[in-house]
Nanobody, 124 residues
Framework: QVQLVESGGGLVQAGGSLRLSCAAS????????MGWFRQAPGKEREFVAA????????FYADFVKGRFTISRDSAKNTVYLQMNSLKPEDTAVYYC?????????????????WGQGTQVTVSS
């Protein structure tokens, strides 16, 4: 497992942007698929985006396609989620996830490592 620490959340107006970061510990970062999930109050956690260990493949939930971009920087052991055109319904706690088994495991919500979450609030 790796230790994950998210940052970058905050309060933003609708239409604005935020970039979330997830710093991972360990020297095997490039072998881990990474992803982002979110959970709004009273709702179940849902998949947002995933990226392969090499960074060559990305996957997105339909509701963020064209607005959010996931990327990774192996030199910094960090994965990012650039969020543009934010909507009030994007308000949630955003969690970073990691697993060496690949993006399918991430997308299924079965990642072995999770961060503590960062709050994103979008005002109308």
């Amino acid at each position: 497992q790796v230790q994950l620490v998210e940052s970058g959340g905050g309060l933003v107006q609708a239409g604005g942007s935020l970039r979330l970061s997830c710093a991972a510990s360990g020297r095997t970062f490039s072998s881990y698929a990474m992803g982002w999930f979110r959970q709004a109050p009273g709702k179940e956690r849902e998949f947002v985006a995933a990226i392969s260990g090499s960074g060559g493949r990305t996957f997105y939930a339909d509701f963020v396609k064209g607005r959010f971009t996931i990327s990774r920087d192996s030199a910094k052991n960090t994965v990012y989620l650039q969020m543009n055109s934010l909507k009030p319904e994007d308000t949630a706690v955003y969690y970073c996830a990691a697993d060496p088994a690949g993006t399918s495991t991430i997308v299924a919500g079965n990642a072995g490592s999770w961060g503590q979450g960062t709050q994103v609030t979008v005002s109308s």
